[in-house]
């Protein structure tokens, strides 16, 4: 993503990954986020992984912004500077292709996994 992470503060907690498995995180950084023209500095975990998205905003966000989701509507309503309220709506198409990515990712990590269990057996 091209951020500088020498102001990452090192943590070596674990967080657990939307399939159930378990990632160390590398540290936390604190990082702007802008939306709609309202910015708010936001808390982030990093991990060493690789995964389709480059950043999940979580309630933190939502809190600071006074945000409102909806994932029927799939969109995230907050009042903007000038009190006017503002919309983020979801993508149906990024969506799909982030779902696409994801399945193709676990399935080539399953391979791997596959293929090294087979050449330990192998070769002992």
Request: overall charge positive; glycine content about 6%; hydrophobic content about 35%.
């Amino acid at each position: 993503m091209g951020i500088d992470l020498r102001n990452m503060k090192p943590s070596s907690r674990t967080l657990t990954r939307f399939n159930g498995a378990s990632e160390q995180m590398i540290g936390t950084i604190r990082l702007p986020v802008y939306a709609q023209g309202v910015s708010r500095t936001v808390k982030f975990s990093v991990i060493r992984a690789k995964t389709p998205y480059n950043a999940i905003l979580g309630t933190p966000w939502l809190h600071s912004m006074k945000a409102v989701p909806s994932t029927y509507h799939q969109c995230v309503k907050f009042s903007g500077k000038d009190g006017t309220i503002q919309t983020i709506r979801g993508d149906q198409q990024a969506a799909r292709e982030l779902l696409i990515a994801t399945v193709k990712m676990q399935q080539s990590l399953s391979l791997v996994n596959s293929v090294t269990k087979l050449t330990h057996k192998i070769h002992p």
